[in-house]
């Protein structure tokens, strides 16, 4: 085998691989011969079909199988012998006949991992978010704890639903006059002013009383999610079954009991521990982030796109999973090239993470241990989670690589850090979904 490497760039190689007539000839030799042994024709005892017969009906075939085999071993061979770090798919450009006398001969273009330069990786000055529980955190989270306990009850003194109320409704949409499964619901509950139902639905329902029925007109908007409805006009049968309201509870003791706690201050103190320790991950986690794009910064390389690409396509199959039970984003009028695209620069800088990380735990000789690896999954699972069951789980879902990974990158970045100096930034913030529940 002759292997001719050309360089089309820092991260993209074009090998033109040429194949003897000997390997040729053995390989399409071996290629009949296991035909042979499976074929059954009229008139021939089985494994004795002679080899013109099999050319006469299943040359196609055979060099097609030969031709399959021989580029994917020889490109194997090629690959190793000249040392390339292939990432991503090989675009081979292979003829389709063969001639055994000729040989064979084809080209591949592949994208390689880059050549890192390591210029500096540490000493720098990295900004860490400051941790401050305020009393505006706290007082944020009990009225999510109030919320939680609150309960619905029958509205008095009016009859007609108002903004903020919650009421039931039972529905039926039609378009064009047909009826549609999606634009249906029985006795189903929302609160109005919460903008989960479309504008022109929830105008056309505050102001109905219970039992009211009335056909309502709903224009939806040209950017619809769902495709199949954007720009149309529905009408909409809607009866409204039940209004009712939020009644809070107090922020005094007693919430502190619903919550398994003795007074208030007992709850308020859980709560802001609760705070301060999802502040201090949020500030490391910031830190880490602004130490990497540091390193990104002055250490810079091309990234191949095959890997972005492909980190695009786990992040679509992370978002099914979490966000739509594993289906397709289009059957819920998500355009997925548009899913895709919104993800470009998270891809980008996690799987140029990955290179530069990968390279400085080499050149400096970072290595996880067992100890390290444990210590990891707690933190992930939690500090009980059982490891012996969760790494057989990881063993059996192909996952546990890709958490060596994960693991080994927060050592490099934890090291990296050490011999930085922490400044203080902005305060940090938390969302407002955070912390539902006090205690979580």
């Not at 705070?275 to 091309?302: G, S, T, V």
């Not at 059957?331 to 470009?344: C, K, M, Q, V, W």
Request: with cysteine; aromatic share 6%; hydrophobic share 40%.
């Amino acid at each position: 085998m002759k292997v001719t490497v050309r360089e089309e760039g820092p991260i993209r190689r074009a090998l033109s691989i040429e194949i003897s007539p000997e390997e040729v000839r053995r390989e399409v030799n071996h290629a009949y011969a296991e035909l042979a042994k499976k074929v059954r024709m009229p008139g021939f005892r089985a494994g004795k079909v002679p080899r013109q017969v099999l050319e006469q009906r299943f040359k196609p075939q055979v060099e097609a199988d030969a031709i399959e085999t021989l580029v994917q071993q020889s490109f194997s061979r090629a690959v190793e012998e000249n040392k390339l770090a292939v990432v991503g798919d090989p675009a081979i450009e292979a003829p389709g006949a063969i001639n055994p006398a000729d040989g064979y001969r084809y080209e591949v273009t592949v994208e390689i991992k880059p050549t890192i330069t390591l210029n500096r990786i540490d000493g720098f000055e990295i900004q860490r978010p400051v941790v401050e529980v305020t009393a505006e955190d706290i007082n944020a989270a009990l009225k999510r704890v109030q919320s939680k306990h609150a309960e619905l009850i029958p509205v008095e003194g009016r009859d007609k639903c108002q903004e903020g109320d919650f009421v039931n409704i039972t529905f039926k949409g039609t378009i064009d006059g047909k009826a549609d499964d999606k634009l249906s619901g029985e006795d189903e509950q929302f609160e109005l002013g919460a903008n989960r139902l479309l504008s022109d639905l929830e105008k056309g329902i505050i102001g109905m009383t219970v039992g009211e029925t009335k056909v309502i007109p709903v224009n939806f908007p040209a950017d619809y999610k769902a495709k199949d409805l954007a720009g149309k006009l529905a009408m909409f049968e809607t009866t409204l079954t039940s209004i009712r309201k939020r009644q809070l509870p107090e922020i005094d003791d007693s919430l502190a009991r619903a919550e398994e706690y003795e007074t208030l201050d007992q709850l308020k103190e859980r709560i802001g521990a609760d705070i301060r320790k999802a502040k201090e991950q949020m500030a490391d986690q910031a830190a880490e982030q602004n130490l990497i794009r540091r390193i990104l910064d002055e250490n810079p390389f091309p990234t191949p796109d095959s890997m972005i690409e492909r980190r695009k396509d786990a992040m679509v199959d992370e978002f099914s999973r979490r966000y739509i039970d594993g289906k397709h984003p289009s059957e819920f009028g998500i355009d997925t090239a548009e899913l895709r695209n919104s993800y470009h620069a998270t891809a980008l800088f996690n799987v140029q993470t990955f290179l530069v990380l990968e390279v400085i735990a080499e050149k400096e000789q970072i290595k996880l241990d067992d100890e390290g690896f444990d210590a990891y999954l707690k933190e992930v699972f939690g500090e009980n989670a059982n490891l012996p069951k969760i790494k057989a789980f990881l063993h059996r879902s192909n996952q546990l690589t890709a958490h060596l990974n994960m693991a080994l990158q927060q050592k490099v970045v934890q090291t990296l850090l050490g011999r930085c100096k922490l400044i203080p930034g902005e305060p940090v913030k938390l969302p407002d979904n955070n912390l539902d529940e006090a205690g979580e």
